[in-house]
């Protein structure tokens, strides 16, 4: 799919966010994390004038089709802030913006609606201690239940008192999302989320009892993780999915 690249109608700063953008969405269907075109990954606009601007996903284009240039500016409520060739989908920005708006931190919001993810957010016990990976996402870990199809503003407060300020969030029978400081960060918050619940997924598939790890060892997982990525967060490996995804198809960059 041919789109014209606005590179030099744009902002250096605006450019590297998009391609940033566009990469996380390349990323996320490398990985299998897709719904179709029914999810979204949405980041605040650079500069101290765009507090509440993002960009987002143009609606109906598979995420392995999404590019720099074909990315949309929109206010809080999903409205396209700049004319555009694409549409976007008000309705499924609503979880978004909530996000955004309680959350100055949130440069990036993530969602997904994986058949991993999903299965367990419908279990009553939700993301058990039973991995590595589990360790990390229990260390700020949120529950949000579900009220049918996000679709209307009053769910909002109730989304944001239920998240605080927890990088992971399950939506209760619906999926999982994550809030980064920065693309990279929420990106690798999905990784470690998704892996957690494919993990349990398979463990419980044994049908044998679990070995679960003790509260102690969760609560250093901060510092653990941090060590990690040389205190460098999902910055660490982003040079290297770049490069993964270069190899594969550069054309997200244009």
């Known amino acids: ?150 679709l209307r503003d009053e769910e909002r407060p109730r989304l944001q008192a239920d998240l605080g300020d927890k990088s992971f969030l399950m939506l209760r029978n619906h999926g999982l999302l994550t809030v980064g400081r920065s693309i990279p960060d929420a990106f690798l918050s999905m990784y470690l989320f998704e892996t957690t619940c494919q993990i349990q997924v398979a463990a419980q598939a044994g049908g044998v009892p679990l070995r679960t790890i003790g509260h102690d060892v969760i609560a250093g997982t901060g510092a653990a993780i941090s060590a990690q990525t040389a205190g460098q967060g999902g910055a660490f490996a982003w040079p290297a999915l770049l490069r993964k995804l270069d190899r594969m198809d550069a054309s997200y960059r244009s």
């Open 1 to 150: 799919m041919q789109i014209a690249s606005i590179q030099d109608h744009v902002s250096a700063d605006e450019w590297q966010l998009r391609c940033d953008l566009a990469a996380c969405y390349r990323l996320v269907a490398a990985y299998g994390w897709t719904d179709l075109v029914f999810t979204h990954v949405s980041a605040r606009m650079p500069g101290a004038g765009h507090h509440h601007s993002f960009l987002i996903n143009p609606y109906g284009l598979l995420f392995e089709e999404v590019t720099a240039s074909s990315l949309v500016v929109v206010d809080r409520h999903g409205n396209k802030l700049r004319d555009s060739p694409f549409p976007v989908n008000p309705a499924g920005f609503v979880i978004h913006s909530a996000v955004h708006s309680a959350r100055a931190d949130a440069q990036c919001v993530l969602h997904t609606h994986t058949r991993a993810g999903v299965a367990v957010s419908a279990q009553a016990d939700g993301v058990l201690p039973i991995s590595q990976q589990s360790t990390f996402v229990l260390a700020s870990l949120a529950y949000h239940d579900y009220e049918g199809v996000a």
